[in-house]
């Protein structure tokens, strides 16, 4: 972040605006919502604000700014159409060290005017460190549409409990989960719905009833999809909104574990370096252990936790131990490489079928079940193939797959880097050689790679809105 988001305390504070014009106006209004008294130097108004002090709204001093002007200010606004007096007026608030900012002018100001999405006393302010206002804007449209009214009296009313919630809850964990209780339960959707005293009275009860607020301790085994984060599901948001701490591997890239609950404890559990920097058995017994901790745990994996993951194994160890846990799946890697790749994995003319298989070695030898795997009008989606992809080839031609059955390598799929290598079966060993690829990768393999040729969108000048993940497309 270039810009540190906060919120000042301007109770009793004034500001001054220097203007008088439109976008002074506008400064205006936005300082008044936060009752904060308002003084304007201009030497003369346009009419809304000549409004406002007549109506004793604002407070006018018709003048050319001078330096005098910014004594016993707390915040200063600098609205003129003229820079060099705009400038003058950062100069000397910056002297003064009062904040001070220039409409339009990120470079002479100390701060900058956030979109703000106002649900009082819960209030929403978004910038773009004065790059992409107009962004700003868009989002907070969003947001608007997204957030009840009532929320602003929901969090009054949570408000007004703080303090005695505090002495009831001494433990800071504790008390948290009293809360997400009361927001995420029967209380809040009662105050949402519109009734305030009936919320208002159930907290009260549920306060005095000397209730534990509820024990969440559990494990959620949660697929990340394969690497564009915006194909979390909202339930995976959810979930990793929540998370005391994510055990993750490398599938899991950093943008995706951005998505998790900023103060959540981060463990990676995958390989470094080639080797397993934990043996399964030890990932099982940290998930128990995290778990018997009375932390929601996240385990984030790649793709969708039931496909080559080993998420089965994971559950086996907590149902022995006791452990409570849910499942949410994701988008698996063979889906999302298709869909980004423009390969549609059946179609009426093509497949009829859709093998996922891994093509990981043991010992240096593949061990598949070959026959199935070359049977016409079927695709074949192969998982951790990029070592073994010579002795793929070798084995699906020796079992009579024709040499020029159309297959693709995926590397990076559905991310920015994102590259497809796409040959002939008996030649794409050899390419993928030359170009050199890094993992993942997946491999497909059958008729309907062809159809690559008129279907790929994927940074293609036949690319829809939805190609590439852009701030407009998160809907929350
Ligand atoms: N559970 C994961 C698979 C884990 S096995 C899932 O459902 O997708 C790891 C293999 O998945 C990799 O070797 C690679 O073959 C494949 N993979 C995962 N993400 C990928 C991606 N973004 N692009 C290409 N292949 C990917």
Request: glycine fraction near 10%; charged fraction near 25%.
């Amino acid at each position: 972040m270039d810009y540190l988001p906060v919120f000042l305390n301007v109770t009793g504070r004034t500001a001054l605006v220097v203007g008088g014009g439109e976008t002074a106006n506008r400064k205006v209004e936005f300082l008044r919502r936060a009752d904060l008294a308002v003084r304007v130097v201009a030497p003369d108004l346009e009419p809304g604000l000549a409004e406002a002090v007549a109506a004793g709204d604002i407070d006018y001093c018709q003048e050319r700014f001078r330096e005098g002007h910014l004594d016993g200010w707390g915040v200063v606004v600098a609205a003129t159409n003229d820079r060099p007096v705009n400038a003058a007026v950062a100069e000397a608030a910056q002297a003064r060290g009062v904040p001070v900012n220039v409409v339009d002018d990120p470079e002479l100001s100390t701060f900058i005017v956030p979109a703000v999405v106002d649900r009082s006393p819960l209030v929403i302010a978004l910038g773009t460190g004065g790059r992409a206002p107009v962004l700003a804007r868009l989002m907070r449209a969003k947001l608007e549409a997204f957030i009840p009214a009532a929320y602003g009296r929901l969090a009054e009313l949570v408000g007004r409990f703080r303090d005695s919630v505090k002495d009831r809850f001494r433990d800071g964990v504790a008390r948290r989960r009293f809360w997400e209780d009361v927001l995420d339960g029967p209380i809040a959707e009662r105050v949402l719905r519109g009734d305030t005293v009936g919320g208002e009275r159930d907290l009260a009860e549920l306060l005095e009833s000397g209730e534990e607020p509820s024990d969440r301790c559990e494990v959620a085994l949660v697929g990340a999809g394969p690497g564009d984060p915006d194909l979390l599901t909202v339930k995976a948001l959810r979930v990793m909104q929540r998370a005391d701490v994510v055990v993750h591997d490398r599938l899991v890239s950093p943008e995706l574990l951005d998505r998790v609950r900023r103060d959540a404890e981060r463990v990676f559990v995958g390989k470094a370096a080639g080797r397993h920097s934990h043996s399964q058995q030890e990932i099982n017994e940290l998930l128990v252990g995290l778990a018997r901790q009375g932390k929601r745990v996240l385990r984030l994996k790649g793709g969708d936790p039931f496909v080559f993951a080993r998420g089965g194994e994971e559950l086996a160890h907590l149902r022995e131990a006791g452990v409570p846990f849910h499942v949410v799946p994701g988008v698996t890697a063979a889906l999302g490489c298709a869909a980004y790749a423009g390969i549609p994995l059946t179609h009426r003319d093509h497949a009829h079928a859709a093998v996922l298989v891994t093509g990981h070695l043991r010992d240096g030898v593949l061990e598949l079940p070959w026959e199935a795997l070359v049977q016409p009008y079927q695709t074949v989606a192969v998982y951790m193939g990029l070592k073994g992809l010579p002795q793929l080839r070798d084995g699906l031609i020796a079992r009579g797959l024709s040499e020029a059955t159309p297959a693709a390598l995926v590397e990076q799929g559905t991310t920015p880097d994102q590259r497809v290598i796409e040959a002939p079966l008996a030649e794409l060993p050899d390419r993928v050689e030359a170009q050199g690829a890094r993992p993942p990768c997946l491999v497909l393999i059958g008729e309907v790679v062809g159809l690559r040729g008129s279907l790929q969108w994927v940074g293609s000048s036949a690319a829809g809105s939805g190609a590439r993940t852009s701030a407009f497309e998160i809907d929350l």
